[in-house]
């Protein structure tokens, strides 16, 4: 496997990494998981976007020009031939004897990439997941794609241990988003998901999937909804690079609807599946 780290190309096996990365220290770093569909990058703009956005939040300058995330990523494609799989990259703020300020002078970040082939997860898609409710502890930038992933990385296991797939992060008695998904509830025909604010990360899919909405007129109101109406909806799903739209079938182990994945859910699936270019649904 190749992988790219510092401005080359190299075996997995002759990876340097140095201990002093802040990425180890303080997870002071941002990423991006972009995925790819028949060895095509998909939305790969907005995933670049969005690393240089959070890089930027954390003051961290990344010495690469967008074309150069397209050129790094379609290498490490071809070289690994990965036909369905995703592009992980990562921007450390650089490598330095730990100190909690910034290192002075400034070092150049470390930008490292990879791809992995990974298949759609077709069976969650089809048949749908439950979720877990787990209180969202974490910090108040949740719109940074941060390297600092702990309250993410414990609500998930806590939904692991509890037979779930994913876990369902409230705040103040207020759904905000997975720990590594955003969240939509369906009451009424109407589609119902957390703003963009600070407390959630804006997802690509979540993106896609309100403009689908509005191409198939489905009305949709980016507002809180509370906990206790998330259990109350008539359906409920989930939206990630890697999850697509993955319809949620119970919560806390009580059915969201008929415990099937609803038709406005498979409606937005299948609206879905057809602006991917090199994809066959199911
Ligand atoms: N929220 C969190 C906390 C995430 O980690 C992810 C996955 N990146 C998402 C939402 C979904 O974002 P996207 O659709 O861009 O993958």
Redesign the pocket.
Known sequence: TIYFIDGQFTERDGLKISIDDRGYYFGDGVY??IKVYGGKLYTAK??IN?LFQSASKIKIAIPYEETQFMEIANELISTNKILDGHIYIQVTRGSSPRTHHFPQPAVTPVVSAYAVSNPRPVAAIENGVSVKTVEDVRWLR?DI?SLN?LG?VLAKQEAHEAGCTEALLHRNGLVM??????MFGVKNGKVYTHPVTNL?????????VLALCKDLGISVDEKPFTLDEAFEMDEFFL?????EITPITSIDGSKVGSGQPGPLTVKLQKAFALQIPSFIMG
Do not use: A, D, F, P
């Open positions: 991006e998981v907005e995933h969005r949740c794609k992933l993410n988003e997975g720990s590594s998904s955003n959630i990360l804006n997802g690509i899919t979540r993106q896609v939206t990630s690079t890697t999850s």
